[in-house]
């Protein structure tokens, strides 16, 4: 059965912190005010998916305003997690669908994500409907 999807809410930060920890490969999340800066930030929404009652799946959509393309905003995705249990299932799918529908929704021109070299999901992404063809990703971090 294809899983429910919402916007998620302050209601749901406990919830959120636990399958945030099963995406995480550093410290663990525990601060529940950053969920709530996250979700209260215009233009950004915190898509979860829910086996029933139960947080199964999320990922996290910037829109972000642009100059080109007409003014056309660009989403950004981050933190796309499923959790062990529910993988293989149509959970990312189905959150993923959801971000897609908003961006275009919201008449954004591109949907960007990156993803890491160590967690395998390069083939997911290719297979929901990104490429690597057009850009590269590149990061530069703080410690």
Do not use: C, E, N, Y
């Given at each position: 059965m294809r899983p429910t999807v919402r916007a998620l809410t302050l209601a749901d930060t406990g919830t959120a912190l636990l399958l945030y920890d099963a995406l995480t490969l550093g410290p663990k999340t525990s601060d529940a005010g950053h969920f709530g800066?996250?979700?209260?930030?215009?233009?950004?929404?915190?898509?979860?998916?829910?086996?029933?009652?139960?947080?199964?799946?999320m990922a996290t959509l910037h829109l972000l305003p642009n100059v080109t393309w007409g003014g056309r905003p660009y989403g950004l995705v981050e933190n796309v997690v499923t959790h062990p249990d529910h993988r293989n299932q149509g959970v990312g799918r189905a959150v993923i669908d959801a971000i897609r529908d908003a961006a275009q929704s919201a008449h954004a021109y591109k949907l960007m994500l990156l993803t890491g070299r160590k967690r395998s999901a390069k083939g997911f992404y290719e297979a929901v409907g990104f490429s690597e063809e057009d850009k590269y990703g590149m990061v530069m971090r703080w410690s």
């Open positions: 800066r996250v979700i209260s930030h215009p233009g950004t929404t915190v898509f979860g998916a829910f086996a029933g009652s139960a947080l199964v799946g």
